[in-house]
């Protein structure tokens, strides 16, 4: 059987003593008086709660999975599901980041990431049902109605409730222009809805009393394409005036997907025969209104990899110790022993220190992009806010991609440790590669982060966000460039800046002479943008340990975080040559390839 621990001192390590997340929040009104102690005890609490309460459930989740009853349309999660969400809303961690004014804690989104980094680690089916809440309460607090506000958000604060998105249907894929889900407007200004949506996380379940779907459709006289596209809020249950609930809503789920992974969710298919819904927004502007929740659920799907990664790599590393086979081919090591632990082979460490290293960069770019979102809602400055929401748009289809990516890589690594065992399922690392799987395709697969990185938050502003991406990089440059002991970590990113903005101006001027050149390129180009902010933030933390052992720390902590900087750039930070030498061969030897696919 696996086992988890929280990485609480790498979490505190990023926001204290790298990002100085509290000296950020004294410029917030609503996180002024949020401290380190404060962060550290919730958080420790949090660790105990996906330790104990859900990690528990992961295996045994996966093996039984969800039930159907096709008569009733409800569904039965995995033993122990509903009472482990009891105990999270009992304990209020719904409301950890939600606003007061709704019954929320009104801590920093920071802290809500580092604790859903935990759950995923834990269990990432399970905190599935949770996660999707938050989005459908963020698109309500930006688009809903004032009575949709006080109908909806309290209830998803507390937990009591639970929210899906239902964007989806099986003609069309991530191409919601072509949706066909019809709302018809009813005289007393409510919708009917009718369609058929697919692959809807969290569609229906038994652990909360109401569910509340936010459902992509058209209206009678919308326009064709995406632009033809309301938002609605259609609860699984009406609610009545008072709060309370009344009949049951013509929607349900019709049947469940079988999957690779993530079994303990419930991936439903959902049915609408006229139920009713209200409308989110604008008419025919539901798409960007329920971009909110999307990019919400982008972070989180990044988020997801993390912690799977995370989990993968303290088996991983576990395992290698305690496993004996072979001698070192530098000389015995274990000399009481008929073989060495597999630790001392250097492909191990390899493999080792690769999952460590994209938990560790990706544990970074996660906080840091949650800080950027506290700033962006929440800090004085208007130019602050500003910025820091044009970072967080930059920098998300890079925390859903390239997190998600690592995480492939990196718990199949750690599978491999494991050697023949990791293919049998007591030990669990199939199970974090099945599960981590997903977290590629859905919310926008990789391929659509990568267009929508280059093609709409790189050349659509031709480089101007990159930009102020790039300035942060200078300065740190410009402060550490004569600094001898960390010549190591300033030199690789101060030459990935000048040829990343040379790769992009020359991208730019290809895409527009033939688009299919950006559709060429933008995967590779995700994997180098990836790597130049992973480059930013490792020297960022190799700054603060060199730091902290010049002035006498002796906590193997900090040795530990240079080392994991120092393969970090020798190992895999390289792969960026490769990646823009083959997003310079062009689109050709992809598109000129009738004869070879016929």
């Given amino acids: 059987m696996p086992a988890y621990n929280p990485p609480l001192?790498?979490?505190?390590?990023?926001?204290?003593?790298?990002?100085?997340?509290?000296?950020?929040?004294k410029a917030l009104p609503r996180h002024a008086e949020v401290d380190a102690d404060t962060i550290n005890a919730v958080l420790e609490e949090g660790g105990k709660f996906a330790a104990e309460v859900t990690f528990p459930l992961n295996i045994p989740g996966d093996e039984e999975g969800c039930v159907l009853d096709k008569?009733?349309?409800?569904?039965?999660?995995p033993k122990g599901f509903k009472e482990a969400y009891a105990k999270y809303v009992e304990g209020g961690w719904a409301a950890l980041s939600c606003d007061p004014q709704y019954g929320g804690q009104g801590l920093p989104f920071v802290v809500n990431q580092c604790f859903y980094e935990m759950l995923n680690s834990a269990n990432q089916a399970w905190t599935m049902y949770p996660g999707l809440s938050h989005g459908a309460y963020e698109a309500l607090v930006a688009h809903g109605t004032?009575?949709?506000?006080?109908?909806?958000?309290?209830k998803l604060t507390s937990g009591e409730w639970t929210?899906?998105?239902?964007?989806?249907?099986?003609?069309?894929?991530?191409d919601l222009g072509l949706l066909r889900t019809k709302a018809e407007p009813q005289p007393d200004g409510s919708y009917k809805l009718t369609g058929n949506k697919i692959f809807i996380s969290a569609g229906e379940h038994d652990m909360a009393r109401n569910i509340i779907h936010l459902v992509l459709a058209r209206l009678p006289d919308?326009?064709?394409?995406s632009k033809g596209i309301s938002l609605f809020v259609v609860p699984k249950f009406n609610v009545n005036a008072d709060g309370s609930l009344g009949s049951r809503n013509g929607i349900y789920c019709g049947g469940l997907e079988h999957k690779m992974g993530i079994h303990g969710n419930a991936t439903a298919q959902i049915v609408l025969e006229a139920a009713t819904g209200t409308l989110v927004g604008e008419p025919n502007k539901g798409l960007a209104a329920m971009f909110v929740m999307?990019?919400?659920?982008?972070?989180?799907?990044?988020?997801?990899?993390?912690?799977?990664?995370?989990?993968?790599?303290?088996?991983?590393?576990?395992?290698?110790?305690?496993?004996?086979?072979?001698?070192?081919?530098s000389g015995v090591k274990a000399k009481d022993k008929e073989a060495d632990p597999i630790i001392v082979h250097p492909d191990v460490r390899k493999m080792l220190m690769t999952a460590k290293a994209y938990a560790e960069g990706g544990r970074a770019l996660q906080i840091f992009c949650t800080l950027l979102l506290d700033k962006e809602h929440h800090h004085t400055d208007e130019k602050v806010r500003k910025d820091s929401g044009e970072l967080v748009a930059l920098l998300t289809p890079i925390v859903k991609a390239f997190i998600t990516d690592n995480g492939h890589i990196s718990t199949n690594a750690c599978m491999q440790v494991f050697g023949g065992h990791g293919f049998i399922k007591e030990w669990g690392m199939e199970q974090f590669v099945r599960d981590n799987r997903i977290n590629m395709i859905y919310?926008?697969?990789?391929?659509?982060?990568?267009?929508?990185?280059?093609g709409r938050k790189v050349l659509g502003n031709n480089g101007a966000t990159l930009r102020k991406f790039g300035k942060l990089v200078a300065k740190l440059v410009e402060e550490e460039g004569v600094n001898e002991k960390m010549?190591?970590?300033?030199?690789?990113?101060?030459?990935?800046?000048?040829?990343?903005?040379?790769?992009?101006?020359?991208?730019g001027f290809r895409g527009f002479q033939n688009p299919d050149e950006v559709g060429a390129a933008a995967v590779d180009y995700l994997r180098v943008a990836g790597h130049f902010v992973f480059g930013y933030l490792f020297a960022l933390q190799a700054r603060v340990a060199l730091a902290a052992i010049a002035a006498g720390n002796t906590d193997p902590f900090y040795q530990g975080k240079l080392q994991t900087a120092r393969f970090y750039f020798a190992k895999l930070f390289p792969e960026t040559a490769t990646l823009m030498r083959t997003a310079r061969a062009g689109a050709a030897p992809l598109m000129n390839t009738d004869a070879a696919l016929a």
């Fill in 9 to 25: 001192r790498d979490m505190q390590f990023v926001m204290h003593e790298v990002l100085k997340v509290t000296d950020e929040f």
């Fill in 71 to 77: 008569t009733t349309h409800e569904v039965k999660t």
């Fill in 146 to 154: 004032e009575e949709q506000k006080k109908t909806y958000l309290p």
């Fill in 163 to 174: 929210g899906t998105m239902c964007l989806t249907e099986a003609h069309c894929g991530t």
């Fill in 222 to 225: 919308a326009p064709k394409g």
């Fill in 294 to 329: 999307m990019n919400a659920a982008r972070l989180g799907v990044g988020n997801q990899s993390l912690g799977l990664t995370e989990v993968a790599f303290q088996n991983a590393l576990a395992y290698a110790k305690d496993r004996v086979q072979m001698r070192s081919l």
């Fill in 443 to 454: 919310e926008g697969t990789n391929t659509i982060q990568s267009l929508d990185l280059l």
């Fill in 487 to 507: 010549s190591e970590f300033i030199t690789p990113i101060a030459v990935l800046g000048e040829q990343l903005t040379k790769f992009t101006t020359e991208l």
